[in-house]
């Protein structure tokens, strides 16, 4: 049994619709859409938790006060000073982790994108010969 789909109100078989698969318009694949969307969303949101957790070494260097060489942070049951160049070690292990998987899925987008650019590549070269 053949499923048939609808294209402007008029009932049309599988084989002429705009989207399917093989043809020249899935260039991107979901994989590569999915992963820099996933990418975007989690760098908004640990964006958004910076701008909530402010610590000592984001204020400004004014003349007054100036901007700390370090911070003291608990970590666990101890307290520890440390760099205000270091960033990621300032934050708390969820968000350390958080920022490895943004870093994963980031990866995992641009070998996608890089895939989807090859595999385009080599349609345009078929289509010329």
């Known amino acids: 049994m053949c499923s048939y789909g609808f294209i402007g109100g008029v009932e049309t078989p599988p084989s002429?619709?705009?989207t399917r698969q093989g043809s020249g318009a899935d260039v991107i694949s979901r994989r590569t859409i999915f992963s820099l969307m996933l990418a975007l969303l989690i760098l908004g949101g640990?964006?958004?938790w910076?701008?909530?957790h402010r610590d000592?070494?984001?204020r400004p260097a004014t003349h007054l006060g100036g901007k700390p060489a370090s911070v003291m942070v608990e970590t666990g049951t101890r307290t520890v000073e440390m760099s205000c160049n270091e960033w990621p070690s300032r934050q708390p292990l969820a968000v350390q982790l958080v920022c490895l998987l943004d870093l994963v899925v980031g990866v995992v987008?641009?070998?996608s994108a890089c895939s989807d650019w090859v595999r385009t590549?080599?349609?345009e070269r078929g289509r010329r010969w």
């Open 50 to 52: 910076v701008i909530n």
């Open 121 to 123: 590549r080599e349609r």
């Open 109 to 111: 987008f641009l070998l």
């Open 16 to 18: 002429h619709r705009e």
């Open 46 to 48: 640990l964006r958004l």
């Open 56 to 58: 000592d070494c984001d």
